[in-house]
Structure formats: C-alpha cells, structure tokens
C-alpha cells in the first residue's frame, strides 16, 4: 500500500531536488553574471553558464540553443544581450522566459535598467511568463569604468561623454550579484522589483576625479556631443540604441538613490569610492 509523504517532508524534497538543479546564469562570464555564478558555486549551488562560449552554447539571437540550455535547470539568472533597451529585447525576453517556465524553472531573477522604456516591457514579459519572479533594477554599474566600455577612456585619461552635469548613483556589481543571489536562493524575494543603486549621485566628472585619487594618474572628463558619441560608438562596434540609451536614461531622471541593496540585504551598497580603491588594487587601470 502507497502512503503519502507528510508535507513538510514533501516540501524538504521539493526544496532538495530544487538546489541539486542548476542556476542558468546567463551571461555567466560578464560583469553580474560571473560574480553571480561565483557566489553561487560558493553556496554549493551548480551552476551552468548560458553564453555562446558556454557548454551547450547559448545564443540570445539563435532561439534553437534555449532548450538544451535550460534542459534540467532549477532557477534562471536572466541578463539579456547587448541590453534592454534595443528593439525587440523585450520579446525575445519574454519568450526565453515562458520557454523557462514551461520546461520547469522556477525562479526567475531578471537583470533590469533604470528609467527605460525597454527595460519596462521585460519586467512585464518576464511577470507574466514565471509565477516567482524577481526584478533586479539597477543604476549605471561602476564597473562600465573598470571591466567595460568606459575602461579604453579611462586608461587614456579622457572620459568623453554627452552627459553634462548629470548625476548617477553607480552601483557596484557585487551588489548586484548580492542582491540577485538571494532572490535566488534566499525566501521573501517573490515578486519583488529591487531598485539598487549605490548610496550617493555624483557627476562624471566627479567619478573621474574619484577614479584619479584612487589610480594617481589624471582621468578628466570632456563634454562630447551626442552626435560625436554615436560615432564613436559605432567605431567601437556597438549598436546606436547605447547612445540613445545614454540621452534617456543620463538626462537626471535616475539621480536619485533607492534602497534595493538594504531592503533586499539589510546592508548599506558600496561606495563609489571604495569601489574605486578595489578596482585601482586589481592593477586595471595601470596595465
Ligand atoms: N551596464 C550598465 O550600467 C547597466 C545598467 C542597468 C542594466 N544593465 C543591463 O545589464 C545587462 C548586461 O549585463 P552585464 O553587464 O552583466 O553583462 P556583460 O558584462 O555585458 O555580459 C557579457 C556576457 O554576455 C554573454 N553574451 C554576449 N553576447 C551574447 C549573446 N548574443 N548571446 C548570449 N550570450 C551573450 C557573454 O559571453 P559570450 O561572449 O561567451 O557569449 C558574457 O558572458 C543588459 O541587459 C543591460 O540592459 C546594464
């Protein structure tokens, strides 16, 4: 005779059976994902990269490489490619997550932007498409200046950008991965959109003369029109919509600082400057 499993022991299994399952960590070797997935290894959690470098690869443009990629995953960390805000992103993304509920994944913790109209629509597809679903809504990442586009400028000394006065709390991303590795694993996250910013605005100008003290070497920042932006951009290979991005969401609207660090952690987020101080020691900015 078959006897049902008490329920607390059914729900001990369910969670066992859950923490056996890899995390897909999309974008697994950038900025977020790869301290996300380092966290998580930490944690004891297996993790799967889901990039195109990644075993199966994964490609945001190649829909035939989702399945296999989410074949046997318990939870997903989605930060889409290049971002947000370009045409499409938020279909795509919204179609990369029903895929993920449909074949048995349960979290979904989406890597968000602040103040765009893109990054909106994603939340929204990804709200409808999983039924434990978290936002991570971030600031402009201090590590664009040591580990992305910004880091050609900063090591010749020049940041040019069309950006004026305009002040952002640059959120450090190991907050970020923090934050996204509790809604992960941690309870109370369902649901939840976590604005995480750092806890001070300050201008680029003032970010370069932070970035300075901490390398002692002389990083200025020059006013670009958006027009010289574009182009230089291009140059770089990145796709236009970066630099309508960049007018959007660096015309003040995301100036000021909000509490996802602390609601989501119980912690302060780290400081520009600090940052600054941990990416001068790792030699990044005197190669
Ligand atoms: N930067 C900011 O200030 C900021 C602020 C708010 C929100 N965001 C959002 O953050 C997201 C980017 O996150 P991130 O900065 O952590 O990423 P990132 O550092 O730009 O990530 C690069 C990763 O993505 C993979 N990748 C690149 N192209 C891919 C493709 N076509 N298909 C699959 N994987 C691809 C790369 O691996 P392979 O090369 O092996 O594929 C690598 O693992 C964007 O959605 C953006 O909207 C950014």
Not at 95 to 100: C, E, S, W
Not at 178 to 193: C, F, K, M, N, S
Request: proline share 6%; aromatic share 6%.
């Amino acid at each position: 005779m078959e006897t049902e499993a008490p329920a607390a022991l059914t729900e001990d299994m369910r969670k066992t059976n859950q923490n056996t399952r890899p995390v897909l960590v999309t974008g697994g070797t950038g900025k977020t994902g790869r301290r996300v997935a380092e966290r998580l290894h930490d944690l004891g959690r297996p993790v799967r990269v889901g990039s195109r470098s990644g075993t199966p690869p994964f490609s945001w443009e190649d829909p035939a490489t989702w399945e296999a990629a989410l074949q046997g995953v318990g939870d997903l960390y989605l930060s889409y490619q290049p971002d947000l805000a370009v045409p499409g992103a938020s279909e795509t993304v919204g179609r990369f997550a029903r895929t993920a509920a449909d074949l048995g994944v349960r979290r979904i913790v989406l890597l968000s932007g602040r103040g765009e109209e893109g990054a909106l629509a994603a939340e929204r597809a990804v709200a409808e498409a999983s039924a434990e679903w978290t936002v991570v809504r971030c600031s402009f990442f201090a590590q664009n200046f040591s580990e992305s586009f910004l880091l050609p400028q900063v090591l010749a000394g020049e940041l040019a950008l069309p950006v004026g006065g305009v002040e952002e709390p640059f959120v450090d991303a190991d907050d970020i991965a923090d934050v996204a590795v509790a809604a992960l694993t941690g309870e109370g996250h369902a649901g939840a959109i976590h604005e995480v910013t750092g806890p001070r605005a300050l201008s680029f100008a003032e970010a370069a003369e932070e970035v300075s003290d901490a390398t002692g070497r002389t990083v200025r920042y020059t006013e670009l029109t958006h027009e010289a932006f574009a182009a230089a951009l291009e140059g770089e290979g990145l796709p236009p919509e970066i630099g309508d991005l960049f007018a959007v969401v660096l015309d003040g609207r995301n100036a000021r600082t909000a509490d996802g660090v602390q609601e989501a952690l119980g912690r302060t987020p780290k400081d520009f400057s600090v940052f600054a101080r941990q990416a001068a020691a790792t030699g990044v900015w005197n190669p």
